[in-house]
T-cell receptor, first 113, second 113 residues
Framework: NAGVTQTPKFQVLKTGQSMTLQCAQDMNHEYMSWYRQDPGMGLRLIHYSVGAGITDQGEVPNGYNVSRSTTEDFPLRLLSAAPSQTSVYFC????????????FGPGTRLTVL | SQKIEQNSEALNIQEGKTATLTCNYTNYSPAYLQWYRQDPGRGPVFLLLIRENEKEKRKERLKVTFDTTLKQSLFHITASQPADSATYLCALDINTGFQKLVFGTGTRLLVSP
């Protein structure tokens, strides 16, 4: 099993550009989520999904869109990148039962100039 | 306001000693508390989970305690090794049905030979 994979590992964007961060998991997990990690702050939830076709907003959803057409994939779209979106982005997945640890991907380091 | 606090200063200990990391929280009533390890440039890795009705949980050299009265969790690594050097994150599962984890900022542990 590859676990949770993310692409790209690094990305530099100019303000106003759009892009999609890819996330895939091969563990048949129902739950998937996107977090951002910034210095001095804990991981913050952007969007999450409890299954294919179902998504919802987390703590910091503005400027991001998600969709979940399959169990395996959960892409994160930046609509119009801003410098405030410079961060490290992590995708995570888990089983739906309460009390389960999450599996995190290796992260995407995004810089917006 | 709701807060999760972990010591932001690095914890330096000698190999073989027990490392104790603290996670304090206010204005949350978590159903579960989780601990993760994060190495530089990598995603968090799930270590242990403890339920609100459990006082203590062990896994090999790791031990977690959870005091819902004090609103505190302690994370212990016994017989520490240089390979244990990493940042350790605590996360509260605030029981909204999705496993919405709220993360602390983490404490960096440095184990010297």
């Amino acid at each position: 099993n590859a676990g949770v994979t993310q692409t790209p590992k690094f990305q530099v964007l100019k303000t106003g550009q759009s892009m999609t961060l890819q996330c895939a998991q091969d563990m048949n997990h129902e739950y998937m989520s996107w977090y951002r990690q910034d210095p001095g702050m804990g991981l913050r939830l952007i969007h999450y999904s409890v299954g294919a076709g179902i998504t919802d907003q987390g703590e910091v959803p503005n400027g991001y869109n998600v969709s979940r057409s399959t169990t395996e994939d959960f892409p994160l779209r930046l609509l119009s990148a801003a410098p405030s979106q410079t961060s490290v982005y992590f995708c995570a997945s888990s089983y739906s039962m309460q009390g389960q640890g999450k599996f995190f991907g290796p992260g995407t380091r995004l810089t917006v100039l | 306001s709701q807060k999760i606090e972990q010591n932001s200063e690095a914890l330096n200990i000698q190999e073989g000693k027990t490392a104790t990391l603290t996670c304090n929280y206010t204005n949350y009533s978590p159903a579960y508390l989780q601990w993760y390890r994060q190495d530089p440039g990598r995603g968090p890795v799930f270590l242990l989970l403890i339920r609100e009705n459990e006082k203590e949980k062990r896994k090999e050299r790791l031990k977690v305690t959870f005091d819902t009265t004090l609103k505190q969790s302690l994370f212990h690594i016994t017989a520490s090794q240089p390979a244990d050097s990493a940042t350790y994150l605590c996360a509260l599962d605030i029981n909204t049905g999705f496993q919405k984890l709220v993360f602390g900022t983490g404490t960096r542990l440095l184990v010297s030979p």
